[in-house]
């Protein structure tokens, strides 16, 4: 019988030759790639992920710098409640430490990661299947840095488009140690508790990439060829970039984003001041008109329907029309996860109950596999 392993697909890169335009080409080729494996991962987990759980491990994370947004709930929040109804053995990092990758504090920490957890637990992760932990908690799982960084070179580090993208935003700012690093780190994340699928965006693929690297390296290096870690595989979120309702990026900065814990008043006044344009007749456009087409994507993955499905609907209604939809749409889905988010803000010793028995799980995890490695490293003295 085939394996996830076993019948990886002949992903033809090592990260060093990801630069330049022949960068370009292999980026899209590796996410082609990606994106048919991702289709063929889905349908061998309906198959057999109830039989054989720990076959589909899945670790995702967020970092909380903020409280999570529409774009979260419809790119991965409800995909990782859906994988793991089906049985998927489900890890769910908090990245603390990746928090200070690129600023300067903490900022609201412990609120953010307290609010991630109920967000976590209002749209269905259950904490008896789902282990919901932070980085800084886990001891085991930051020692594993130290071999994985010598695996990698500086160049690779540096050629890697999330950390170059990040260092241009950064406006000259000095780059830290940690921003450069923290790819292996979150190689660590994954590699921890030996997860096999990866659910991710387009702009994560690269590293995972790294991720499979540093495990074939380690793997070869200093394993003489024993299987310790696995290559996990990625599975590639099919949800589009969702803009904010100002139709840019999202960014909490700009007020143009709509958060799982606003109220529906806040939402509607939120979408009422979105941008569209004074057209009658609402069309999916996305190069015309990206703004209105962002609002009918939402609406779409919201409702199950086509963009297009949406706009006809709405048809001569104008941008009122677009918004009237839009808002029942968001306030209508979310409605019960908001609900249970308040219901259960209201227990605060329970959501961190979670958090600690969740930290519990992963250290157990993280320190039998340390074990492993310091043990064919040579290094249990
Ligand atoms: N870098 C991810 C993000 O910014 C968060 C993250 C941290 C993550 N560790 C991970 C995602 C491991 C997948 C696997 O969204």
Known sequence: MSTVTTTEPPVPTDPSSSAGPAGDAEESATYAVSRDRSAVLDALIDEHASEDPTRFRMLTGDRPTGPLHIGHYLASLRNRARLQDKGVE?????????????????????????????????????????????????????QLMLPFLSLVTDAELRRNPTVKDELALSGGRPLSGLLLTYPVHQAADILFCHSRIVPVGRDQLPH???????????????????????????LLSEVPLLLGTDGTKMSKSKGNVINLRDTADETAARIRAARTDSERRITFDPNGRPAVANLLTIAGLLLDESPEAVADRIGDGGAQGLKRVVTEAVNETLAEHRARRADLARDPAYVTSVLHEGNARACEVADRTLATVRAVMGMSY
């Open 208 to 234: 995972l990439e790294l991720t499979r690297a540093i495990a074939r390296r380690f793997n070869t290096r200093y394993a003489a060829g024993q299987s310790v870690f696995p290559e996990p595989e990625a």
């Open 90 to 142: 489900t890890f769910v990092v908090i990245a603390d430490y990746q928090v200070i990758t690129d600023r300067d504090s903490v900022g609201e920490i412990g609120a953010n990661v307290h609010g991630l957890v109920l967000d976590y637990l209002a749209a269905g992760l259950d904490p008896a299947r789902t282990t919901i932990f932070t980085h800084s908690a886990v001891p085991a799982l930051n």
